[in-house]
């Protein structure tokens, strides 16, 4: 019974059985698990029915709308991506919206820069690890100050919010900063067989996440550091080594996201990441992942944020007020984490918090 | 005392001062293989400080801890630990989403290559060492993908023991690891703790309830105000010549 586990699921995540757990519970737990999946085609098929009741399109089945929804997507995802890390280790980094703007700021900079000496290629290149590697000051700013610092994640990653967000529109002098490289726009705007390549980029991005979450020994302290600090110390782990490395990362991922919404636009804007700073966080709770750490997977988040785009983009397609789409989100976060406080109860087992 | 073995663990002489605070003043005990020591007295008496001078988180200020014969000196938790000397907390240092075999493994998990190149954690690994384990411990637990946070105190305890035993810990420090359980549970952890104790390793066992205490251990150190109030052998002395040793009478 013990085979080696898939890796679409940690240890952790197989859904729990209490000791007297009847099959009729796992089973729900098992639709719990999956409900940001259940979510998501629910909310596929209510906007279907709609687009055909109201003038008769179709919603789902045209190409365009899919391929909208993906790039819409991309940006929320690697961010969420980071926080998903972030938020199973029991902290929270409100700076990836800025951290994000940084990087796209300074990539089209970058870009604009390396291009007349080394090329289109080359410059574009220059442009993604340049962008990326400036995203992780940040992250080493936050790492330090909640690992040796013990600032709160919550305050520290709200200060660096503020200082990225100001570098940011410094290094953009208040207005964005538009790139000429006609390689960086083919990235940004190209498409491999009718898959946009900026996709690409994140699905191959999110599937390494997700290796090193549910299969490396950084994963598993991860997550067990989210469940008990303490525990994972007398254990060996080198919490503060975990902790830097961890907001490096999750800033990475903001950077990259950052570098990809330069491509998109052909511009950096400091402003890029500033309505994906909760949207990522949501993701990420919608996705099945406790505030309290300990628990979530990028399997969740990837479905949480693809909720998110489905509801933003549907409600414009079927022609609803924009203002809705701020209303149908918080309405689907709370009903996740009531579902999440639910499946807890109905696992029996003890959860301390 | 038996002098004719090798003790497992020696202790000289040994004492922990905190600026002029004495927590620990020339203290001296040894455990045999097979030995359950238990130590008692009020809180301040020393106790947390002696053991945490033994498992490495503190350095002595004088004295010597012998290990098999062998002088060591420790400098982390974790050079104790991978001597042999492992502690199990009252608080239960689990983390109680992960598995059986996970929490084990915990900070030192067996990776292996999927398709000849990827490093992945090697959970069948674990999984078949957490079965090992808790059946030599007489826990036989099906359930190795369910989180810890579904088992019940005892066998959660048993889980904290288990990690110590699939390590080959020799000398196990027990700090008060019946008191957050239920009376059944506790006495799961006592048939434990005598089961460690039939495979040859030495116990140090701290505990409040000396019900406990006699009902396991094999000789009774007495600290007070971090000295020795007194030392008995569990057959010779009784609950309230404990007591007496305990508050001073």
Redesign the interface.
């Known amino acids: 019974m013990t085979s080696v586990s898939t890796p679409s699921g940690t240890a952790s995540h197989k859904a729990p059985q209490a000791d007297h757990a009847a099959q009729t519970k796992s089973l729900l737990q098992r639709i719990a698990d999956l409900r940001a999946w259940l979510f998501l085609a629910a909310l596929i098929a209510v906007f279907e029915i709609w687009a055909r009741a109201s003038f008769g399109g179709t919603f789902i089945l045209n190409s365009f709308n899919v391929q909208s929804i993906a790039i819409f997507a991309v940006a929320p995802l690697l961010l969420a991506t980071g926080q998903t890390f972030v938020i199973i280790s029991g902290g929270i980094d409100l700076s990836l919206g800025f951290i994000m703007g940084l990087a796209a700021v300074v990539s089209a900079h970058t870009i604009n820069a390396l291009t007349p000496t080394l090329g289109l290629e080359f410059g574009v290149l220059g442009g993604f690890l340049v962008g990326v590697l400036v995203a992780g000051v940040p992250g080493i700013i936050n790492g330090l100050l909640v690992s040796r610092l013990k600032v709160p994640p919550f305050i520290g990653t709200l200060g660096m919010f503020g200082v990225a967000r100001g570098v940011a529109f410094l290094l953009a002098g208040g207005t964005t900063v538009p790139v000429s490289n006609s390689f960086f726009a083919a990235i940004g705007n190209g498409r491999f067989y009718g898959i946009p390549y900026i996709v690409i980029i994140a699905a191959i991005f999110v599937v390494i996440m997700h290796y090193l979450l549910s299969q490396t020994r950084f994963g598993q302290h991860n997550y067990a550091i989210g469940a008990n600090v303490q525990a994972a110390r007398r254990a060996g782990i080198d919490i503060k080594s975990h902790l830097l490395k961890l907001y490096i990362l999750s800033a990475a991922c903001a950077g990259l996201g950052g570098v990809l919404y330069s491509a998109r636009f052909n511009a950096g804007a400091a402003q890029a990441g500033e309505p994906l700073l909760l949207d990522c966080v949501a993701a990420v709770v919608i996705g099945g992942a406790s505030l309290f750490g300990g628990s979530g997977t990028i399997f969740g988040t990837v479905a949480g944020a693809l909720v998110i785009a489905v509801i933003q983009y549907g409600l414009v397609f079927v022609n609803v007020e924009p203002f809705w789409q701020f209303i149908s989100v918080g309405v689907v976060i709370i009903i996740s984490v009531l579902i999440d406080q639910a499946q807890r109860r109905f696992s029996g087992g003890r959860q301390d918090e | 005392m038996n002098n004719s073995v090798q003790p497992l663990l020696e202790v000289s002489n040994l004492s922990k001062h905190f600026g002029a605070i004495r927590a620990l003043d020339d203290f001296s005990m040894r455990i045999n293989p097979g030995e359950v020591v238990a130590l008692a007295g009020d809180n301040g008496a020393g106790k947390t400080t002696l053991i945490k001078t033994i498992s490495g988180v503190f350095r002595p200020t004088a004295g010597e801890i012998k290990l098999k014969g062998q002088p060591v000196d420790f400098q982390t938790?974790?050079e104790a630990?991978d001597k042999g000397i492992e502690?199990i907390?009252q608080?239960?240092?689990?983390?109680?989403?992960?598995?059986i075999?996970?929490n084990i493994f915990?900070?030192?998990?067996p990776?292996k290559k999927?398709f000849g190149f990827?490093?992945?954690?090697?959970?069948?690994k674990?999984?078949?060492a957490a079965?090992d384990t808790m059946a030599l411990l007489d826990f036989h637990v099906?359930?190795?993908?369910?989180?810890v946070?579904?088992?019940?105190g005892g066998q959660r305890q048993a889980v904290a023991i288990g990690r110590a035993v699939y390590w080959d810990a020799q000398i196990l420090i027990m700090d008060e690891p019946t008191a957050a359980l239920g009376v059944p549970e506790q006495r799961k952890v006592i048939q434990l703790i005598h089961q460690l104790k039939a495979q040859g390793r030495g116990i140090i066992f701290i505990s409040h309830n000396l019900q406990d205490i006699f009902a396991v251990s094999d000789r009774i150190i007495v600290l007070r105000r971090g000295v020795t109030a007194g030392e008995r052998k569990i057959s010779e002395t009784t609950h309230d010549e404990v007591v007496k040793l305990m508050v001073g009478g």
């Open positions: 938790p974790q630990r502690t907390y608080d239960l240092a689990l983390a109680d989403n992960l598995t075999g996970a915990l900070g030192r998990e990776m999927a990827l490093p992945v954690l090697d959970r069948k674990m999984a078949d079965r099906s359930r190795l993908e369910a989180p946070s579904n088992f019940s």
